[in-house]
């Protein structure tokens, strides 16, 4: 099994930068696709971007070239650089760990971003 602590989060003005970080134990993560998943008021659970065992990266459109996933395996971290944020990326943003073959789905209790002027 595996838990999941996301820190971070804050007030933040358009334009400003914050980077959160999402804590991983209880189990070994490294097999792990790991990502960020974000959801505001009245508004369904979307993608945000995950990384792979391998390194491969997948960013949502609306994020790309703004935010920047990574992860620490010395650590067991896994962290979301995000920049030029604007309006519309408030939301709770929520760790996530998804085993790439079996049916095995964690989620973290998620940290509040909100950016506003």
């Known amino acids: 099994q595996v838990q999941l602590v996301e820190s971070g989060g804050g007030l933040v003005q358009p334009g400003g930068s914050l980077r959160l970080s999402c804590a991983a134990s209880?189990?070994?993560?490294?097999?792990?696709?790991m990502g960020w998943y974000r959801q505001a008021p009245g508004k369904q659970r979307e993608l945000v971007a995950t990384?792979?065992?391998?390194?491969?990266?997948n960013y949502a459109d609306s994020v790309k070239g703004r935010f920047t996933i990574s992860r620490d395996y010395a650590k067991s971290t896994v962290d979301l650089q995000m920049n030029s944020l604007n309006a519309e990326d408030t939301a709770v943003y929520y760790c996530?760990?998804?085993?790439?073959?079996?049916?095995?789905?964690?989620w973290g209790q998620g940290t509040q971003v909100t950016v506003s002027s």
């Open positions: 209880g189990s070994i993560f490294r097999l792990y696709v």
């Open positions: 990384i792979s065992s391998g390194g491969i990266i």
């Open positions: 996530n760990a998804r085993h790439p073959a079996l049916i095995l789905n964690y």
